[in-house]
């Protein structure tokens, strides 16, 4: 498997990929969140992404407000910066979103280990499932993504997972894991 963790697998992958490193690398981002333990999820790290979909980089942030005042003072004059706090799952969260060359970014801060968070267990389920169902299923994802569906809900209707299309990924992660 690959990992997520440390973005040199990057370098290697699509075209992509390889602009979303060098433009995480150009803005200096993971070493400036470095001690937050960021760590890029979504489309793009397993490719399923769209020409607009953005580089999403979760962190591990205990001092909210700190990592609040960081993003503002880092990002804060990049084209379209936005930041918010914000209650997902009943845990408070930091949400900054700004644009840099032709991707849009966003940076999300949660008190939850990276690799916990939702946002990464639900990558790694659809990179599991991804690797299990091959090039087929990869081209299905994307054409529905193309259609409007967002990412979880197209993974949901080709694998006819009822209720919560959330919900469901996440528990596809824990059985695999075991959790």
């Given at each position: ?8 697998y990057l370098?290697?992958?699509t075209i ?16 400036d969140l470095?001690?937050y333990?960021?760590?890029?999820s979504?489309?793009?790290p ?6 607009d979909s953005d580089l ?8 909210l ?10 990002y804060?004059e ?6 918010k706090s914000?209650?997902i799952n009943?845990?408070?969260s930091?949400?900054a979103s700004?644009a840099y060359?032709?991707f849009p970014?966003?940076?999300f801060?949660q ?18 499932i991804?690797?299990?169902?091959g090039d087929?299923?990869r081209?299905?994802i994307?054409?529905?993504?193309s259609?409007g ?6 993974f949901?209707?080709?694998l006819?997972l009822d209720g919560?299309?959330y919900l469901?990924i996440?528990?596809?992660h824990?059985k695999q894991?075991?959790?």
């Open positions: 498997m690959i990992n997520f963790t440390n973005l040199e370098k290697e992958g992509r990929q390889k602009e979303a490193y060098k433009v995480l690398n150009e803005l200096n981002i993971i070493e470095e001690p333990s960021p760590v890029l979504g489309t793009i397993i490719n399923i992404d769209l020409p999403d980089v979760i962190c591990y942030v205990s001092e407000n700190i990592f609040y005042q960081l993003l503002i003072h880092l804060g990049q084209p379209g910066f936005n930041i914000v209650i009943d845990i408070e930091i949400v700004f060359q032709d970014i966003e940076i801060g008190n939850i280990p990276t690799t916990r968070q939702n946002a990464y267990k639900h990558m790694i389920a659809e990179y599991m991804l690797k299990e169902k087929e299923f081209e299905q994307i054409y529905l993504k259609q569906y967002k990412t979880e809900p197209a949901a209707r080709l006819e919560d299309p469901s996440l528990q596809l824990d894991f075991d959790i």
